[in-house]
């Protein structure tokens, strides 16, 4: 029997509709779903793509029957292509018109092929089994601005110049856009030459969100998707992935969802004003010491803010406005630039909780950012800032533990972080003479158990994905440290011999 038979369970109830529960008690990292893609296509806002392989064209090769763009040949017999939009276009003689001034800007024309490619699987098995029955959203969807867009952008141009009215009704194609919309992951490739295309997952896609997931997936370069959890979960469980970003605040995930994915998110993260004491969305107190303020009823988004120790409030209006203030100042930053971070964390720790998704952000940034830039290489830079690097890693790590626990990504990349800083600043410590031998070599044991983690959780990853090469990388660093700390106890004593000689 197939793994993914008997490790998860379908269920369904009133209130969400499908969900997926652990059918037995699985373990962290265990694999328990693999996926095949339904359709695959270009992302609903994409610039010119190839039409086979999915990868950024100039646009100036177009398929000889349908003259659309593709890379060549080869490309315009791909099934994905020639059976689907390529018939259809060409029979109607609706061909492909760039924008001559910017080849790299969306192209709406292109909004229609991944809901027509879903389109011509009706009546198939696969439409009839699991597609059909796939979350569209209409009822909310209706009348807003996607719907709106979608009635010209595909509906008018597939029912109208591509003369498919008789095939699809205007309530059909809107249900595929809704499923598409509601239930498409993004997928990156190197069949697609790195660009990021939308995928259709029937089994996956009936994971529900929780802005806690308990699983991590990974999409290869074949678009399955291979899901595991990132904690132990026992039987009956259910299973959760995460359809926003969980670094993000409660009101900023809320918004995303509701614009996104049409439903107001209820978990119990979403539901605490603490964030379940990770404190995303804390704001510290003007008005007196060690207050801190908080939505009064998170669920509301028109909620005010109040603080847990005083009486002061905030109305939602003025909390959204400096929030508003705060994150259009983080995005317009070089995304290389380490001191304005530094500099702007200590603005922002005035009025901010230290854990702040503002601030948290900023961390992020700086735990990549330092041994990576001009001036900040892990040559460069003194022990100081090797201990800053620790501080920020592990700030990251504390809020991994709530906000994406267990084996996940965030946590894998942050322990590769952490290891360079360990080493580097025992190194240096030693030759100092601050440590001793024997503190250098648990130092330098520390670091390798951080980084032996990092390889475990990175090796789940697809090998061909950055996280994947990542990995690679790791595994070959942790070799190396291995053999240093193998080596290490000889090297100690000559150095403290040596040392005792000199001295
Ligand atoms: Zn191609
Ligand atoms: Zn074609
Ligand atoms: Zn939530
Ligand atoms: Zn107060």
């Excluded at 059909?132 to 952008?153: F, P």
């Excluded at 996104?260 to 510290?284: M, V």
């Excluded at 090796?459 to 790791?474: H, K, N, R, T, Y």
Aim: with cysteine; proline share 5%.
């Amino acid at each position: 029997m197939k793994p993914e038979q008997v490790a998860y369970e379908i269920k369904q109830n009133d209130k969400v509709g499908r969900y997926v529960v652990a059918a037995k008690e699985l373990e962290a990292g265990e694999e328990f779903l693999v996926d095949t893609a339904a359709v695959i296509g270009p992302k609903h806002h994409t610039p010119p793509v190839c039409l086979g392989c999915l990868s950024l064209t100039s646009g100036d090769t177009l398929c000889e029957r349908c003259g659309w763009p593709v890379c060549g040949p080869s490309c315009a017999d791909l099934p994905a292509h020639k059976e689907a939009e390529c018939a259809v276009f060409a029979a109607a003689n609706v061909k492909f018109s760039s924008s001559v001034e910017d080849p790299t800007a969306d192209c709406p024309q292109y909004e229609c092929i991944t809901p027509l490619r879903l389109l011509l699987t009706i009546g198939s098995k696969i439409w009839n089994d699991k597609i059909e029955k796939m979350e569209c959203h209409s009822k909310e969807r209706k009348g807003g601005v996607d719907w709106n867009a979608d009635q010209i952008n595909i509906v008018n141009f597939l029912r109208g110049p591509c003369k498919l009215a008789d095939r699809f009704s205007e309530e059909q194609i809107h249900q595929v856009c809704g499923i598409l919309a509601v239930n498409t992951f993004e997928a990156c490739s190197r069949v697609s030459g790195g660009n990021p295309v939308r995928a259709l997952y029937p089994q996956f896609a009936l994971l529900s969100h929780n802005c806690v997931p308990n699983t991590a997936h990974s999409i290869g370069a074949d678009y399955k998707v291979r899901v595991r959890t990132t904690v132990p979960v026992k039987k009956g469980d259910e299973l959760f992935i995460t359809y926003t970003h969980t670094l993000q605040p409660t009101y900023a995930r809320r918004q995303h969802l509701k614009l996104s994915k049409y439903f107001d998110c209820e978990c119990a993260r979403c539901a605490d004003p603490e964030e379940l004491g990770s404190n995303l969305s804390t704001i510290k107190c003007p008005k007196c010491e060690w207050g801190w303020v908080r939505a009064e009823k998170p669920l509301d988004d028109a909620s005010d803010y109040k603080c847990h120790k005083c009486e002061y409030k905030m109305s939602n209006a003025d909390t959204m406005k400096v929030m508003g203030v705060i994150q259009r100042e983080i995005e317009a930053l070089d995304p290389a630039d380490l001191e304005v971070r530094e500099q702007l964390i200590k603005k922002y720790h005035a009025f901010l909780h230290p854990k702040h998704a503002h601030l948290t952000a900023l961390k992020h940034s700086l735990c990549q950012l330092y041994g990576r830039v001009a001036e900040y290489t892990f040559e460069e830079m003194p022990d100081l800032l090797m201990e800053r690097k620790i501080e920020l890693c592990k700030h990251m790590l504390q809020i991994a533990d709530i906000v994406q626990p267990g084996y996940s990504r965030l946590r894998g990349m942050i322990l590769y972080e952490l290891h360079a800083p360990l080493i580097m600043l025992a190194r240096s410590l030693y030759q100092q003479d601050v440590l001793t031998g024997f503190a250098l070599l648990t130092r330098m044991q520390e670091a390798e158990r951080v980084l032996a983690e990092a390889v475990h959780i990175l090796s789940f990853e697809d090998p061909d994905s950055m996280e994947g090469q990542l990995a690679a990388q790791a595994r070959f660093s942790l070799e190396q440290l291995q053999q240093t700390i193998i080596m290490l106890p000889q090297q100690i004593d000559i150095m403290d011999g040596e040392q005792h000689i000199g001295g």
